[in-house]
């Protein structure tokens, strides 16, 4: 298989609202919609130089030579879809990738991947090699978040959000001063995810999700569970939302929002706990000095 080494600027643009559309629509119409933002997408990253590369369900993937076309696509991206029922958020990086025919491999492709998943509806999240690429003189219109640890990466990525005068809500990292470490435990089925401080688990459908549930009624991004500086916050991404069960047995349905998480208790997307079918995700949160691999999971 011919391949080569190159350095890019890597873009992922995914659709959200898919699932909801497929239920009020129909399955026809739907896809006829999503095939046709798609196309949108590709012609965008076309029209600003980028290479198509492939689809894999809701996502575009493309490459661009630097980060500056790269930010213009996911401009007009984003602003293609900010009315209506779908809309896109987009990771971006710059760095080497390894190049076939037909696809991308490499760690910047995972890890443009990862910002995607945890973008909002209508956000642009970058690393700090894309942002840094970016010319002064255009500026530069976005906030950092924080350091930011994803599964399989060794250190921290500073991580930037796309800031856009548009009401979009965005990513929020939980920052309150605290020198207590927390480990969080996830057990689904016969799986433990641990997530120390500064680390975000992502729960939903997609394949690069932490922890994958692979139901139909589960978003592909369902929720983020978030360790910052001595607290653990739960968002829900969801069109359906997402129940949780504290210790003390309070019952919460969040849908689109956040909620700090406290001592050990259940998580369940789409569905109650008490329902048939429901899928149990178990959390746990302990005071550790203990530094977990998030990269690896039990059995």
């Not at 293609?80 to 779908?86: A, D, E, K, P, V």
Request: proline share 4%; with cysteine.
């Amino acid at each position: 298989m011919p391949q080569k080494s190159i350095e890019v600027a890597v873009l992922l643009a995914d659709i959200s609202g898919s699932t909801p559309l497929y239920e009020r629509v129909g399955d026809a119409a739907a896809v006829l919609q999503i095939g046709e933002c798609l196309d949108r997408l590709r012609s965008i990253a076309d029209q600003e130089g980028g290479r198509f590369v492939r689809s894999r369900g809701d996502d575009v993937l493309c490459t661009f030579a630097d980060p500056a076309s790269a930010l213009k696509a996911a401009r007009g991206m984003l602003s293609s879809h900010s009315s209506g029922s779908l809309s896109i958020h987009a990771g971006g990086h710059f760095g080497q990738i390894i190049e076939t025919h037909d696809d991308l491999f490499g760690d910047a492709v995972n890890l443009t991947a990862r910002l995607a998943a945890l973008a909002t509806p209508g956000e642009l999240l970058v690393s700090r090699s894309f942002f840094e690429r970016l010319p002064e003189e255009g500026g530069r219109p976005f906030r950092l978040l924080d350091d930011v640890a994803f599964k399989g990466r060794n250190a921290p990525a500073e991580v930037y959000s796309l800031l856009e005068d548009d009401g979009t809500t965005r990513t929020k990292l939980m920052l309150p001063p605290s020198g207590q470490k927390l480990l969080v435990t996830l057990r689904y089925k016969d799986n433990s995810h641990h997530c120390n401080d500064r680390q975000i688990m992502s729960i939903g459908r997609a394949p690069e999700c932490d922890l994958v549930i692979g139901q139909p009624w589960i978003s592909r991004r369902h929720a983020v569970v978030t360790v910052r500086r001595g607290k653990v916050a739960i968002e829900d991404r969801s069109s359906s939302g997402t129940y949780v069960t504290i210790g003390n047995g309070r019952e919460l349905f969040m849908h689109r929002e956040s909620a700090l998480l406290t001592g050990s208790g259940i998580i369940s997307p789409a569905m109650r706990p008490s329902d048939a079918g429901a899928e149990i995700v178990h959390y746990e949160i302990i005071q550790s000095d203990r530094i977990w691999d998030v990269g690896k999971e039990d059995r």
